[in-house]
Antibody, heavy 118, light 111 residues
Framework: QGQLVESGGGLVKPGGSLRLSCAAS????????MNWIRQAPGKGLEWLSY??????????KYADSVRGRFTISRDNAKNSVSLQLSSLRTEDTAVYFC?????????WGQGTQVIVSS | QSALTQPASVSGSPGQSITISCTGT?????????VSWYQQHPGKAPRVMIY???NRPSGVSNRFSGSKSGNTASLTISGLQAEDEADYYC???????????FGGGTRLTVL
């Protein structure tokens, strides 16, 4: 049974940066697309980004709301995927989930909270 | 791009069946068979219940089923149980730059 564990969330000021990490275990990590999805307080889910399984030249996609500010990367040797958050805005406040899969997601991590506030 | 449209809430009694709709456009639900459904209990991570419109992952009860007609996808839960009370989200691939859209979510209450 695959498991994902996120870390790196916290409180950051507007305009600041943060790096989220997601550690995978229990499945063949390098074979799977990985995604970041967020959920603002009391709101629905928003897909943010994916990175393909190709370690040499991975395909990367971003949602319009984060393109140019967030950067996804993966390290297949360490079974991990990261999301670098920059130029953060108050509206980026959310729980950030990593999830495995292409167009449908399983498993999901438990999420890490990011709060952007002055 | 706007999220897919779901009813804010639905309810049903134990043992009954309910259906949650998810409406999109020809650029997403109507054009592709990449609709999935997620269940989320409060404070927990989402769990996939249906993928590719009708497929159930291993371990998901056969009380959950999915379908699609035109630009609208549906999730049906039969034999409602108290543990089914949760938020449900649909998602679909989209040909727009958004790539993947979620619905706004539906709160299921088991009376």
């Amino acid at each position: 049974q695959g498991q994902l564990v996120e870390s790196g969330g916290g409180l950051v000021k507007p305009g600041g940066s943060l790096r989220l990490s997601c550690a995978a275990s229990g499945f063949s990590f390098s074979d799977y697309y990985m995604n970041w999805i967020r959920q603002a307080p009391g709101k629905g889910l928003e897909w943010l980004s994916y990175i393909s399984s190709n370690s040499n030249s991975p395909e990367i996609k971003y949602a319009d709301s984060v393109r140019g500010r967030f950067t996804i990367s993966r390290d297949n040797a360490k079974n991990s995927v990261s999301l670098q958050l920059s130029s953060l805005r108050t509206e980026d406040t959310a729980v950030y989930f990593c999830a495995s899969g292409y167009l449908w997601f399983d498993p999901w991590g438990q999420g890490t909270q990011v709060i952007v506030s002055s | 791009q706007s999220a897919l449209t779901q009813p804010a809430s639905v309810s049903g009694s134990p043992g009954q069946s309910i259906t949650i709709s998810c409406t999109g456009t020809n650029s997403d639900i109507g054009g592709y068979n990449s609709v999935s459904w997620y269940q989320q209990h409060p404070g927990k991570a989402p769990r996939v219940m249906i993928y590719d419109v009708t497929n159930r992952p291993s371990g998901v009860s056969n009380r959950f089923s999915g379908s699609k007609s035109g630009n609208t996808a549906s999730l049906t839960i039969s034999g409602l149980q108290a543990e089914d009370e949760a938020d449900y989200y649909c998602s679909s691939y989209t040909s727009s730059t958004a790539l993947l859209l979620f619905g706004g979510g539906t709160r299921l209450t088991v009376l």
